[in-house]
């Protein structure tokens, strides 16, 4: 079945940065769009990235432009999200998913940012 596992999740300080993974199981991986999705405390999911099957084209939130970096590695299976000057607006769990609404995702990291 259709596993993704995330990591890389931390407290982190504003401004810092952190990576995300996103390793993926049990579908053609090179054969998906892939999708960053998050959700801050007590609010709905919220579209975060997106990335072409062959890494070529990516899209982001406005939130989140010129600050975080999706890319992938179809050798590895595995969907990245950089993320770097993050702000205490970006705590959230993060989700890599499959579809762009988050409905078919993996169990989430958490990111908190805060000093």
């Known amino acids: 079945q259709v596993q993704l596992v995330e990591s890389g999740g931390g407290l982190v300080q504003p401004g810092g940065s952190l990576r995300l993974s996103c390793v993926a199981s049990?579908?053609?991986?090179?054969?998906?769009?892939m999708y960053w999705v998050r959700q801050a405390p007590g609010k709905g999911l919220e579209w975060v990235s997106s990335i072409n099957l062959s890494g070529s084209i990516t899209s982001y939130a406005d939130s989140v432009k010129g600050r975080f970096t999706i890319f992938r590695n179809n050798a590895k299976n595995t969907l990245y999200l950089q993320m770097n000057s993050l702000k205490s607006d970006d705590t959230a769990v993060y989700y890599c998913a499959k579809d762009r609404a988050g409905d078919s995702r993996g169990q989430g990291t958490l990111v908190t940012v805060s000093s």
């Open positions: 049990g579908f053609t991986f090179r054969s998906y769009s």
